[in-house]
Structure formats: C-alpha cells, structure tokens
Nanobody, 121 residues
Framework: VQLQASGGGLVQAGGSLRLSCAAS????????AGWFRQAPGKEREFVAA????????VYADSVKARFTISRDSAKNTVYLQMNSLKPEDTAVYYC???????????????WGQGTLVTVSS
C-alpha cells in the first residue's frame, strides 16, 4: 500500500489543522493506520492509531482530547484532526499502515512521506 500525507502548514497556537493520509494500492480498509511525529533532534513518536474497521482508536497522552483520528473507507483516507494546537506539537507528521495497529514505528511496514506542522506561539 502507498500512502500520501497532506494538510500540514503553519498555524498559531490554539488553532486547528486536519491532516489527511490517502492510500492507494491494496485494500486500505484491511489495514490499521497510525500517525507519528518527529520533531527536530527527537525520535519519532506515536500520536494516534485506528483499527482497520475504525471502531477502535488509541492516542498518546500528550494529544488525548485534542486530536481525533478517523477514517473514510470509501475514500481510502485516514484523517488526524488536530485542535488546540501547541508549539510543542511542531513536527513532521507521518502516517503509517499495517495489518494490526501499534504504538511503535517498528510495528508498521508502510509509511507516507510526512507533512510538516508548525505551531507558532
């Protein structure tokens, strides 16, 4: 499966952005999906994940209640709605897919190219 992330940009603290991850190739609905982020000089960290059916989601504590992951199987797309953004959310955001969702980068074999989110204070 091939993944294409988009939707990043520059936003002020307290603002919102919605990231999209469009999939092509194999039937995306059979895959769980996750979002990760990597800030300069830091390791890639887990943000959120959603099951293949979409009924189960999990979030990092740092984004819980601010971010929402969802998917539209008809559009082969996974979304990350980010609200109440903080400067510490600044990072390159990556989407990933695998048969089973996980919290670690090594849980995923398929990755998108990343989209930059910059939150100004």
């Amino acid at each position: 499966v091939q993944l294409q992330a988009s939707g990043g940009g520059l936003v002020q603290a307290g603002g919102s952005l919605r990231l999209s991850c469009a999939a092509s190739g194999r039937t995306f609905s059979r895959y769980a999906a996750g979002w990760f982020r990597q800030a300069p000089g830091k390791e890639r960290e887990f943000v959120a994940a959603i099951s293949s059916i979409g009924g189960s989601t999990v979030y990092a504590d740092s984004v819980k209640a601010r971010f929402t992951i969802s998917r539209d199987s008809a559009k082969n797309t996974v979304y990350l709605q980010m609200n109440s953004l903080k400067p510490e959310d600044t990072a390159v955001y990556y989407c990933a897919a695998e048969s089973v969702a996980g919290r670690w980068p090594y849980d995923y074999n398929y990755w998108g190219q990343g989209t930059l989110v910059t939150v100004s204070s």
